[in-house]
């Protein structure tokens, strides 16, 4: 909650991180070495600090008790794309996918999560100058691990609102980059839809297409067919998105990619959202509309539980999804 709202006003789901006072604790990457997060730390004057000239990505591990098993979710696919991301801002000496994959892992295991953990692997200008730019700078590596819940709340659905703030488009902010200078625009969105008593944003293109959630891709269900925006809508090439059309199409649901109008969001039989943070998140609301029959519809509700299935071990046609962490 930001700030206080009548009493008839829905609460937004809160974010479910751990306290700041708890991290200091846990063991990170940063720089070349693991020391505790208490230790890492960078100059106010750090280009990245300055001007959001880093890249980043979030990750899953899901810990299976019966297995006694933690589950790092599509973590080469993940590596893969922040080395995307690397190019895009001409960062140079980057890892490869094999080494960084290897970063991640060992970060994970130095903690010795027992629960859901959240890894954000980092590159950043690390170079402490004045001056908008993205060449003649040097650039480092930081990997952060924590425990971690949900984002929203992925039971009881979730309620959107069409955000006033559009996407940047591709050609203005790389969209397939995770920027992190960009993500300004999304906090804006976000903290829109909160403050209006909504749980999440729908964004759209500067055209006036469906674009994504605040941070996050989506799905919308017309006549038995998954909708979804082509990635040259704007749209971060998402990780989760991918995996479940993998999903969908092992459930015989047909996928279709193609732009989408905001009308259609009031029409929809079904909208999902999918990403790391919000992981497969059903939409019961959008714009005080009810989707479909206001609850939560029978394609959105497989395929967010065959997921959550997927992505703890329990169904072996997955398991190439999975990096069992020792």
Known sequence: MLTEKVAETP??????????????????????????????????????FMYGTATFEGIRAYWNEEQATLYGLKLREHVERIRQSCRILLMKDVPSVDVL??????????????????IRPSFYKSTKAI????????????????????????EAGVRVMTSSWRRNADDALPARGKIAGGYVNMAFQKSEAELNGFDEAIVLTAGGHVNEASA??????????AL?????????????????????????IPVQTRSIDRSELYVADEILLCGTG????????VDH?????????????????????????????YRHWLTPIE
Request: contains cysteine; negative net charge; glycine residues 8%.
């Open 11 to 48: 609460t937004p789901t809160p974010h479910h991180a751990p306290p700041a006072g708890s991290l200091d604790d846990l063991i990170c990457y940063f720089e070349g070495a693991w020391v505790p997060m208490r230790d890492a730390k960078v100059s106010i004057m750090t280009h990245a």
């Open 101 to 118: 994959t290897g970063l991640i892992v060992e970060t994970i295991r130095r903690n010795g999560f027992r629960q859901d953990a959240y």
């Open 131 to 154: 001056g908008v730019r993205l060449h003649d700078l040097d650039n480092q590596l930081s990997i952060v691990a924590l425990p971690f819940g949900n984002y929203i709340d992925t």
């Open 216 to 225: 996050a891709n989506l799905f919308v269900v017309r006549d038995g067919v």
């Open 228 to 252: 979804t925006p082509p990635v040259s809508d704007d749209l971060l090439e998402g990780v989760t998105r991918k995996a479940l059309m993998e999903m969908l199409a092992n459930e015989g």
């Open 278 to 285: 919000v992981q497969v998140s059903p939409v019961i609301e």
């Open 289 to 317: 509309r009810p989707v479909g029959s206001g609850e939560i519809g029978p394609i959105s509700r497989l395929i967010r539980d065959r997921y959550f299935d997927a992505v703890r071990g329990r169904l072996p046609e």
